[in-house]
T-cell receptor, first 114, second 115 residues
Framework: DAMVIQNPRYQVTQFGKPVTLSCSQT?????MYWYQQKSSQAPKLLFH???????NEADTPDNFQSRRPNTSFCFLDIRSPGLGDAAMYLC?????????????FGQGTRLTVV | AQKITQTQPGMFVQEKEAVTLDCTYD???????LFWYKQPSSGEMIFLIY??????QNATEGRYSLNFQKARKSANLVISASQLGDSAMYFC????????????FGGGTRLMVKP
């Protein structure tokens, strides 16, 4: 059973047109991550939440925003997508707090900008 | 400085043979975790194996084992009896206790299994 679900799997958007990617989880994990992964590169952390505490990476462009309305859902908003934002976007969750545990990933959303 | 270094961009292995994928890391934290993930062409990131910094035994999960050498700061993944389905990108990753909940990835190794 899927535990981290990303929708949609594939998204095509127009240059400059706002787009939202969604992620939901059934694991009740308090940490959620958004990664951007371009072809043949490592995933790059954009931001992450610990509960409602938002942590933005220093080099994440302002064009990228995120919302986490509750434990189960997290959204990635790209306000004005450029051609350089075409990538795979990966959502992941893990249990924060005591101990270090593995992160579980969704299947990703592959974003195309035309 | 790179936190996680994977020095092998690509590797070939013959089916049914064992292969070692290298990973070295850099941290001053005493408490950290090391992970290996497999990413097939479909794009999903599949968790394979975990090693905690305080674990004295090397982690094993089926055909996967982790050769953890703490003093050398290396955490190499060993895949025994390679299968064609093992062809994929493999990423080494680390979480440090003092770095909040950040999960940092290495550059990855593309493994290709030859029949």
């Amino acid at each position: 059973d899927a535990m981290v679900i990303q929708n949609p799997r594939y998204q095509v958007t127009q240059f400059g047109k706002p787009v939202t990617l969604s992620c939901s989880q059934t694991l009740n994990h308090n940490v959620m991550y958004w990664y951007q992964q371009k072809s043949s590169q490592a995933p790059k952390l954009l931001f992450h939440y610990y509960d409602k505490d938002f942590n933005n990476e220093a080099d994440t462009p302002d064009n990228f925003q995120s919302r986490r309305p509750n434990t189960s859902f997290c959204f990635l908003d790209i306000r004005s997508p450029g051609l350089g934002d075409a990538a795979m976007y990966l959502c992941a969750t893990c249990r924060g707090g005591l101990g270090i545990t593995e992160a579980f990933f969704g299947q990703g959303t592959r974003l195309t900008v035309v | 400085a790179q936190k996680i270094t994977q020095t092998q961009p690509g590797m070939f292995v013959q089916e049914k043979e064992a292969v070692t994928l290298d990973c070295t890391y850099d941290t001053s934290d005493q408490s950290y975790g090391l992970f290996w993930y497999k990413q097939p062409s479909s794009g999903e990131m599949i968790f394979l194996i975990y090693q905690g910094s305080y674990d004295e035994q090397n982690a094993t999960e089926g055909r996967y084992s982790l050769n953890f050498q703490k003093a050398r700061k290396s955490a190499n993944l060993v895949i025994s009896a390679s299968q064609l389905g093992d062809s994929a990108m493999y990423f080494c990753a680390m979480r440090e206790n003092n770095a909040g909940n950040m999960l940092t990835f290495g550059g990855g190794t593309r493994l290709m299994v030859k029949p």
